[in-house]
């Protein structure tokens, strides 16, 4: 059973803080992770992918990936009252030739203007 | 392009009713998945469907199916229905199963 584990938050931050969310998977064996935000009411949308070790930026967002600890994370700098949100983790496994996500049940986020 | 839509977006049943729940992929995509997301259990795959074909099945019980036409058009069916099959439905496409995924707005399910 693939798992992630998300803190449920809410995380409070004021409005142009960094806003950090972490992440932990079961499956040593996943291929792609993702971070996808979900607005109260609305569908996940996608804001973040990423592969491989490291750190991955995009605007104001940054992922990080460690594959030995199995942990992701995403960083929000500049932190603004519309990125108020869920945020949840999701990791791609493969196996038998399918792909399926595991989500996260996510942090919710709460900027503070 | 047009995104992902859900027919749908909201139903109200009884217990022991049946339902069936239409998405429409964005055009081009043949890959769709379908996720049931409550708030205590989140979100959670049902199954995934490409070129017609089921691919992967998630957790859940026989009374939970779902088949794809040949124009990547998916629906899923929920018989005897149960008040814990209360829970917004979300469908995702994308161009193949190991492409980004893209959310439809999902159908809202209450059993009452």
């Known amino acids: 059973q693939k798992e992630v584990e998300q803190n449920s938050g809410p995380l409070s931050v004021p409005e142009g803080a960094i806003a950090s969310l972490n992440c932990t998977y079961s499956?040593?064996?996943?291929?792609?992770f993702f971070w996808y935000r979900q607005y109260s009411g609305k569908s996940p949308e996608l804001i973040m992918s990423i592969y491989s070790n490291g750190d991955k930026e995009d605007g104001r967002f940054t992922a990080q990936l460690n594959k030995a600890s199995q942990y992701v994370s995403l960083l929000i700098r500049d932190s603004q009252p519309s990125d108020s949100a869920t945020y949840l983790c999701v990791i791609e496994g493969s196996g038998a030739g399918s792909y399926q996500l595991t989500f996260g049940k996510g942090t919710k986020l709460s900027v503070i203007p | 392009k047009a995104g992902v839509t859900q027919t749908p977006r909201y139903l109200i049943k009884t217990r022991g009713q049946q339902v069936t729940l239409s998405c429409s992929p964005i055009?081009?995509?043949?890959?769709v998945s379908w996720y049931q997301q409550t708030p205590g259990q989140g979100l959670q795959f049902l199954f995934e469907?490409?070129?017609?074909?089921?691919?992967n099945k998630g957790n859940f019980p026989g009374r939970f199916s779902g088949r794809q036409f040949s124009n990547s058009r998916s629906e899923m069916n929920v018989s005897t229905l149960e008040l814990g099959d209360s829970a917004l439905y979300l469908c995702?496409?994308?161009?193949?199963?190991?492409?980004?995924?893209?959310f439809g707005p999902g159908t809202r399910l209450l059993v009452l």
């Open positions: 055009s081009g995509h043949r890959s």
């Open positions: 499956d040593r064996g996943s291929q792609s």
């Open positions: 469907y490409f070129s017609e074909t089921q691919r």
């Open positions: 995702a496409s994308s161009s193949t199963p190991t492409e980004t995924q893209y």
